[in-house]
């Protein structure tokens, strides 16, 4: 799953994630994210998430309505220029890992690789 409110950044990332041999669920916003897993019907395997989403909503929070939506700690990924350290001490306080932008293809496959590993039995 990934959420991002520019459309660009959203295709890029879709694009890219697909290369890597990954299905991809996009949404531009956290209601449109558990409108379209509720449609698939699945749990996701990850989501990524920029920090800053529309109507001030953040990734964080969107990360945590899917957790309780799908009943499972599903590995989050915040990737944000936000600087501000409350915001990302929350977020790593929820066992988010966070990326500072921009984040080079590699470094994000590596961190992708490494969260879907660490997952806990049974929520994959």
């Known amino acids: 799953m990934v959420i991002d409110d ?9 694009l890219l ?3 890597w041999g990954y299905r991809v669920v ?13 449609v698939a019907g699945e749990t996701p395997h990850a989501i990524l998430a920029d920090y800053r989403l529309r109507e001030g909503r953040t990734g964080v929070q969107a990360i945590d309505r899917i957790r309780a939506e799908a009943g ?32 080079l293809p590699p470094h994000l496959q590596a961190v992708l690789t490494k969260v879907l590993r660490e997952q806990p039995a049974g929520t994959a």
């Open 6 to 14: 520019e459309r660009t950044v959203l295709q890029a990332l879709n």
């Open 26 to 38: 996009t949404a531009e916003s956290e209601g449109e994210a558990v409108d379209r897993l509720s």
């Open 72 to 103: 499972a700690e599903v590995p989050g990924v915040i990737i944000t220029g936000d600087t501000s350290t409350e915001g990302l001490r929350d977020a790593r306080a929820r066992g988010l890992t966070v990326l500072q932008k921009p984040v």
């Open 17 to 19: 994630l697909e290369m």
